[in-house]
């Protein structure tokens, strides 16, 4: 180090002074933390389902009912409950062709003596519906923010279910599972997803969620 | 519910004692990891990191250090060897080198108002092993045993690498000031 480097070096003292000034400043994130997303994963890796209390990834102080408003809507039927957008399309035959062609694991779940499988066969009816639409959104390279809102609330519901006291059957909390770790992807998508989309399409292929839904589905409903 | 309800209701599982532990300490976990790493995919995945060790180390905590230290000491741990594991991070390694080629400091009579950016920048440029005592004690205002626990080395290792890293900012300073 030259001596004219030295005689420009600023002192020790001016140096803090220096660091003080921009600590506050100093690589901020660009904005608030992604909150919610960040604890759907770290809820569904720290916190088992079997024995674990019920919350949802909500900031709101009702959230502290949502689980007895879960066992109460179980209760009146939550069949009824639809994802609500009209993007959601029902599952095609050429859909259901392709799933039927791929290998199935076969989910170990009787309906007849479930008194759970009612309840949620609709709401299966539903994740079958988004995830074919969300396919067909993927295999045709459109952007899946808009299937954010309906993966989010469909992501609540599967929650709810999980922590319901009928979902004991391990095939169906499996699935359950699965679902719910492929919806809080869809979640946490970005805006421009596209690498994110093959991401789960991935994921898809790779859990079987599809022909699982709709092997249960035509278990729990043959018309379907 | 307070912190120690907190912690024993995360020990025995309960989600909502979870939720709550985390919206407590999760901003201020990805702040620092965000200052660390620079990088928000990475912030947000050693932050979902943090929590998840912290969840599952939970029993460990003993009351030794506030609650807040302890958790900020696992965010440095996953930084620190996350980072390990990202190649990305070595592309964004770059020694002081790269400010050798500064202009002459004799032309510039007043203090420059780009020069916290260059502090800033200097910053960036520090080794990890170097950033990080400067980041937790200069920045974050953390005491040197505090930055001995969070980040496993000896308070001396810690005193010296603070004092290399401002050294070598005075340096980066120097140069910039040549211009």
């Not at chain 1, 002192?11 to 220096?18: G, Y």
């Not at chain 2, 532990?21 to 201020?28: I, K, Q, S």
Request: proline fraction near 8%; hydrophobic fraction near 40%.
């Amino acid at each position: 180090m030259n001596e004219e480097t030295e005689v420009n070096q600023p002192d020790e003292e001016r140096l803090i002074e220096m660091l003080e000034d921009v600590a506050d400043d100093y690589r901020l994130p660009p904005g608030d933390p992604p909150l919610d997303a960040m604890w759907a994963t770290i809820e569904a890796r720290a916190f088992p389902r079997a024995g674990g209390a019920k919350v949802l990834p909500l900031r709101t102080p009702w959230r502290r009912w949502l689980p007895l408003a879960a066992t109460l809507a179980i209760g009146v039927g939550l069949g009824r409950w639809t994802v609500g957008s009209p993007s959601v399309t029902p599952p095609s035959v050429e859909s259901g062709q392709e799933a039927a062609a791929t290998a199935v694991r076969p989910v170990s779940y009787s309906t007849g003596d479930h008194p759970f499988a009612g309840v949620a066969t609709d709401y299966l009816e539903q994740s079958t519906a988004f995830i074919l639409t969300l396919t067909t959104e993927i295999r045709a390279g459109r952007p899946l923010r808009q299937s954010v809102p309906q993966a989010r609330d469909l992501l609540a519901t599967t929650r709810l279910l999980l922590d319901a006291p009928g979902a004991r059957d391990q095939g169906l909390n499996n699935l359950l599972e699965d679902l719910e770790l492929l919806l809080a992807q869809i979640v946490q998508l970005p805006s421009e997803a596209a690498p994110e989309a093959n991401l789960i399409r991935e994921a898809l292929a790779q859990r079987e969620v599809l022909p699982r839904l709709q092997l249960l589905l035509a278990d729990a409903h043959p018309s379907y | 519910m307070d912190e120690r309800e907190l912690i024993t209701g995360v020990l025995a599982g309960d989600r909502l004692a979870g939720r709550e532990l985390y919206d407590a300490h999760a901003p201020t976990v990805y702040r620092l990891v965000f200052r660390m790493v620079g990088d928000p995919e990475l912030a947000q995945e050693f932050t979902q990191d943090t929590f998840i060790k912290v969840f599952g180390r939970l029993d460990t905590f003993r009351g030794d250090s506030a609650l807040r230290t302890w958790i900020h000491s696992v965010a440095v741990s996953c930084v620190l060897n996350g980072m390990r594991r990202v190649r990305r991070w070595r592309q964004r390694e770059h020694g002081l080198e790269a400010v050798a080629d500064l202009p002459d400091p004799r032309r510039v009579q007043e203090p420059d108002p780009d020069l916290r950016d260059r502090l800033k920048q200097a910053i960036d440029e520090l080794p990890l092993k170097l950033r990080t005592p400067l980041l937790l004690h200069d920045l974050e205002g953390y005491s040197h045993p505090e930055i001995a626990e969070m980040t496993g080395v000896p308070e001396g290792t810690c005193k010296t690498r603070l004092a290399g890293a401002r050294a070598k900012l005075r340096v980066a300073l120097a140069a910039y000031a040549r211009e």
